[in-house]
């Protein structure tokens, strides 16, 4: 099992900048997945960035051209810089990973089983 936790939320304007990190307490050697996801309360939990260990990423419609995510295997933590960020980005953002991991399901929560604590993000207009 790996701990995962996360850092980097705040409060911003619209239009403002953010960078979360995810750090993991081991890597992990299989081939993993590593993704953000957010969920507002009341809500499903969306998935929002993944990454793969070949380095192909994918993005949900909603945040493409806006957010970037990135990882550093060395430190064994994953980034998410989110720029132009709008309202309806507020939210609880976590990261978590997924092992042996089937690109095709990457934005599939349920696949997931590691999981970080959260980071809220708020952004106001």
């Known amino acids: 099992e790996v701990t995962l936790v996360e850092s980097g939320g705040g409060s911003v304007h619209a239009g403002g900048s953010l960078r979360l990190s995810c750090t993991a307490s081991k890597y992990s050697p299989d081939n993993y997945c590593w993704s953000w996801f957010r969920q507002v309360a009341g809500k499903e939990r969306e998935a929002v960035a993944s990454?793969?260990?070949?380095?192909?990423?994918k993005y949900v419609a909603s945040v493409k051209g806006r957010f970037t995510i990135s990882t550093d295997k060395a430190k064994n933590t994953l980034w998410l810089q989110m720029n132009s960020l709008k309202p309806e980005d507020t939210s609880m953002y976590y990261c978590a990973q997924y092992h042996l991991c089937s690109w095709a399901a990457s934005f599939d929560p349920l696949r997931y089983s590691d999981w970080g604590q959260g980071t809220q993000v708020t952004v106001s207009s």
């Open positions: 990454i793969n260990i070949w380095g192909e990423t």
